[in-house]
């Protein structure tokens, strides 16, 4: 369950699936299975005034086409343990920060 | 062998059940101390381990000090079940220690460690009636396990009870007895008054290491008779009754020439022994060496180094080999250059008889190491569009990747030291680098600048060899020769492994590269492969798994080979640094690097396009 009441709306989240090591599409050949969290949700609730200034100045063509400035994203600020596994050929493998474990806007 | 070691118990532990309601007197079991000779009489004693005060069941028993039976002392009462505490168990444990002296003694703490355990148990019930007796547990008790252990050579005799003392008279009716069999002959049998199992040969181990006997009880009532069986392994414990023997030549000849470094090992000679050498507690077949008439040279240069091992003979009779090599106590000089012969007794100190050595020689050949090219010249070709730290060549002395103890240390020299001015900056196109673990050194290109100036033609140097130690040197001719081909411009250099595809890489100039243009690998397997797609200088030295005297000046070179930093991807790292593998493509922005798989959409002919060559063919 999401914190915040009703009506506050999802912002930013950990949320997790439940993902074989092989859908983790690094190459691994594994049948080994892990819980898989990410952060996602809209950062509107974050913006300064920095973000409406940029965003109006984006909007009006007031900045240089290529040069837009991203907005707030919602991004792990902490990653979950280091996961380590066996792979098909019995070589163990450990992967670092491959998941999240608390989300903010930054 | 007259080695008397004394009384032994074939078995480190006895099991029985006991009830409530035995009278006094009533026999449990019978312990067994094999003996040594004819004339020798076990004296039997419970005793405990430690100086502690014997628990309080100890006096319920009795031991007979001549038959090895224990009984009970008194009838067991439901108070002596619950004088336990915690009395919440229905089986209460009782356990003793038993131990065998060939005279009296008053003494009751037990008088080896191998004092066998008696364990029983004590239920909180009366002993079935015959009528609910299985004739199983009539015949063995249900769950003994521990199997005899006779030592070999020794006095025959009894080693076993094999009548369940404490049920024989459940069932008066039943007549009970034993005897034994197995597949091949075995020096074993039954006393048919006694119903002990008895050996009646010495055993010997370096014929048979144990004995699978099957042990059958008759169980004869007025109407049936009924067999129960059950098998037991005897185990024959080893002793040192074989000498030390040779298995072929007790010579080893021993030539040290390019690996002199201390602690290097040479030569094996192999002593087999029929006996076994435990791990543990080093009692028996004690082996010692020793050098003989070994003058001081040699006992400050050379050792000889033991180590054993196991293996199965022919039937299957394991026996030790003890393994004998020669080891350097200190790095051999490159000069160093004689001939000598060790002679190194071997003595299994644990034989009784007299043969119980082995005379080892070893015939040492110290060879002398020359130093030298095995050309006066070396040429290498350069193109003048070479970057810095672009690999030239690698020189090495002949032989030198098997050098080992000593040192030799590469230098650039310019043959003509009066030479002008702008010949000598010519020169500073071209250094050398060694590792400091390797005996080779490598040219790279140290200024690409030179390299590119018309005047610039004739690149020679001397490279200088010169041992640690002894300070010889030797040198060799360097000839670069460069293509006539324009250098291009200078401009500030990337590292190639920053490319990511094969077009940017093969139109980048790139720091390290020898043609001026990086160097594309395609990799096409699938998941993490050594042959991962890379973008690299000199694909002849990277990546190459292995980061090299020149890759290791400058992060940016070689990073596939040379980083030491975490690596995000699916990847397998190097055994020192660097990557082993990796899935997809791999590039590296200075020291981070990066594998990943790009999913390459190929554009495939839609239905548009096919209509388009249908009608072009």
């Given at each position: ?13 950990l ?67 280091d ?24 | ?68 039976v ?30 065998a ?30 009528g ?11 769950k ?39 597949e091949?002959?075995?020096p ?11 050996v009646?040969?010495m ?60 602690g290097?090992?040479?030569?094996t000679?192999?002593?087999f ?15 010692v ?10 006992k ?20 030790t ?5 020669l ?28 043969e ?18 095995s ?77 590119r ?13 010169k041992?640690e ?24 250099l ?98 981070k ?25």
């Amino acid at each position: 369950k999401v914190r915040g009441g009703p009506g506050r709306g999802q912002g930013c989240t950990l949320k997790q699936i439940h993902l074989n090591v092989t859908d983790l599409g690094l190459g691994y050949r594994s049948s080994e299975e892990m819980i898989f969290r990410y952060c996602s949700g809209p950062c509107r609730k974050s913006q300064t005034n920095y973000d409406k200034i940029l965003y109006n100045l984006a909007n009006n063509r007031k900045l240089p086409p290529k040069d837009t400035p991203s907005q707030a994203c919602c991004r792990p600020t902490a990653f979950d343990d280091d996961l380590s596994f066996l792979d098909d050929n019995l070589v163990y493998h450990t992967v670092r920060k491959h998941s999240a474990r608390k989300c903010g806007c930054v | 062998l007259d080695g008397v070691t004394g009384l032994y118990f074939s078995q480190n532990e006895y099991i029985e059940t006991v009830y409530v309601g035995q009278p006094a007197g009533t026999p449990v079991l019978q312990v067994h101390a094999m003996r040594d000779g004819d004339t020798e009489r076990p004296h039997f004693y419970l005793c405990s381990m430690n100086s502690r005060r014997r628990p309080a069941h100890v006096s319920w028993f009795r031991l007979d000090i001549s038959t090895g039976v224990l009984s009970l002392n008194k009838t067991l009462e439901e108070s002596d079940f619950a004088s336990f505490y915690p009395s919440s168990q229905s089986v209460k444990k009782l356990s003793m220690h038993v131990m065998a002296l060939p005279g009296f003694t008053k003494n009751s703490l037990c008088n080896s460690r191998s004092c066998p355990r008696i364990n029983l148990e004590f239920v909180n019930a009366t002993m079935p009636q015959c009528g609910q007796t299985d004739l199983k547990e009539l015949c063995f008790p249900h769950k003994d396990t521990s199997n005899p252990h006779i030592t070999e050579n020794r006095f025959p005799g009894a080693l076993r009870q094999l009548r369940r003392l404490s049920r024989f008279n459940v069932c008066p009716n039943y007549t009970i007895s034993y005897n034994v069999e197995t597949e091949t002959p075995a020096p074993f049998a039954v006393n048919e008054t006694t119903a002990e199992l008895v050996v009646t040969a010495m055993l010997d181990r370096e014929e048979s290491e144990s004995y699978r006997l099957l042990l059958v009880c008759t169980v004869r009532t007025e109407t049936v008779i009924t067999k129960v069986e059950t098998s037991l392994d005897v185990f024959v414990d080893d002793e040192d009754d074989n000498a030390p023997y040779l298995n072929g030549t007790d010579t080893a000849d021993i030539v040290i020439s390019f690996n002199r470094t201390v602690g290097g090992s040479f030569g094996t000679l192999s002593v087999f022994d029929r006996d076994l050498t435990p791990i543990i507690g080093r009692s028996h077949n004690k082996y010692v060496g020793t050098l003989l008439n070994i003058d001081p040279w040699a006992k400050e240069t050379f050792d000889i180094k033991s180590s054993f091992r196991e293996r199965k003979a022919q039937g299957g009779i394991r026996e030790t080999v003890h393994d004998y090599y020669l080891v350097l106590k200190r790095n051999l000089n490159v000069m160093e250059n004689r001939t000598l012969q060790l002679d190194y007794l071997v003595n299994d100190t644990t034989y009784p008889g007299l043969e119980g050595t082995v005379l080892l020689h070893f015939n040492i050949t110290i060879l002398p190491v020359h130093i030298q090219f095995s050309n006066i010249t070396h040429i290498f070709p350069l193109t003048r569009r070479a970057s810095s730290y672009a690999q030239v060549g690698k020189v090495c002395v002949e032989n030198c990747q098997q050098f080992d103890g000593f040192r030799v240390t590469y230098r650039l020299e310019v043959p003509d030291k009066n030479a002008s001015a702008d010949a000598q900056s010519c020169h500073a196109a071209v250094r050398i680098a060694q590792a400091p673990d390797e005996m080779w050194a490598l040219l790279y290109v140290n200024d690409s600048e030179a390299l590119r100036r018309p005047e610039c033609q004739d690149l020679q140097y001397l490279v200088v060899v010169k041992e640690e130690h002894t300070q010889l040197e030797t040198s060799t001719q360097i000839q670069i020769i460069l293509d006539n081909e324009a250098g291009q411009e200078s401009q500030p250099l990337l590292s190639c492994a920053e490319n990511r595809r094969r077009g940017d890489c093969e139109s980048a100039r790139g720091l390290g590269t020898t043609t001026g243009r990086c160097q594309w690998r395609q990799g096409y397997d699938k998941g993490i492969s050594e042959n991962y797609s890379t973008c690299s200088p000199d694909l002849r030295t990277c990546p190459d798994r292995f980061c090299d005297a020149v890759e290791s000046k400058d992060a940016s070179i070689c990073p596939q080979d040379c980083t030491k930093k975490p690596v995000i991807g699916g990847h397998e790292r190097g055994l020192r640094n660097g990557i082993q593998a990796g899935h997809g493509t791999c590039y590296c922005y200075t020291e981070k690097c990066f594998c990943e798989k790009e999913d390459i959409k190929e554009t495939i002919c839609d239905d548009m396009c096919k209509t388009i060559i249908a009608t072009a063919l």
